[in-house]
């Protein structure tokens, strides 16, 4: 197969996944009130790829997962929020892509990527919320990304846990 053949090959596959990670990420489980929620396997598909074709081709295709989430559920207060809660949370999925030959360890650091960057945002952004709660910001933001994002990851852990025992990860196309 030459170069951009591969290339062409590895950009559709992104698409789908991306695509598919969108359509699951649609359907929640739960859903809290200033965003975040419990989806359908949301962030497994960016995952997979990310296992499958390493961290650069998993954090693009994080990005623009994250994008397209903020233009279907925006939730937009200030640029740097903005930037933390979409491109940067979402590209930190590809942060699994470092850990191939241990998928639930690369599971694991993505939805961290994530957690942290939504963490940060809601320390810095939605602060003013902590106090209605009676906690600190820090607690707060803690609390609320940790509710919807520890579930995430066991979702998506199980998932992946699965596939890999089908020795599905690596399939070739």
């Known amino acids: 197969m030459s170069k951009i053949s591969l290339e062409i090959k590895i950009f559709a596959e992104a698409i789908v996944f991306i695509a598919l990670s969108a359509a699951l990420n649609s359907i929640k489980l739960y859903q809290l009130p200033y965003g975040g929620s ?11 790829l990310s296992l499958r074709r390493g961290p650069i081709i998993g954090t693009y295709a994080g990005i623009v997962l994250g994008l397209v989430v903020m233009i279907i559920e925006p ?5 740097a929020q903005v930037l933390l809660d979409y491109p ?3 590209g930190a999925l590809g942060l ?3 850990f191939r030959k241990r998928p639930l360890v690369g599971v694991g650091v993505g939805m961290l990527g994530r957690f942290i960057s939504h963490f940060l945002s809601g320390v810095f952004f939605f602060y003013m919320y902590a106090k209605d709660w009676g906690m600190d910001p820090v607690t707060y933001s ?3 990304n940790g509710s919807y994002l520890l579930p995430e990851f066991i979702v998506s852990a199980v998932i992946i846990y699965a596939l890999s025992k089908k020795n599905l990860l690596n399939f070739n196309l």
């Open 38 to 48: 419990v989806t359908l396997a949301g962030m497994v598909p960016i995952l997979w």
């Open 75 to 79: 939730y937009l207060y200030q640029p």
């Open 88 to 90: 940067l949370a979402f």
């Open 96 to 98: 699994a892509g470092f």
């Open 142 to 144: 803690i609390a609320y």
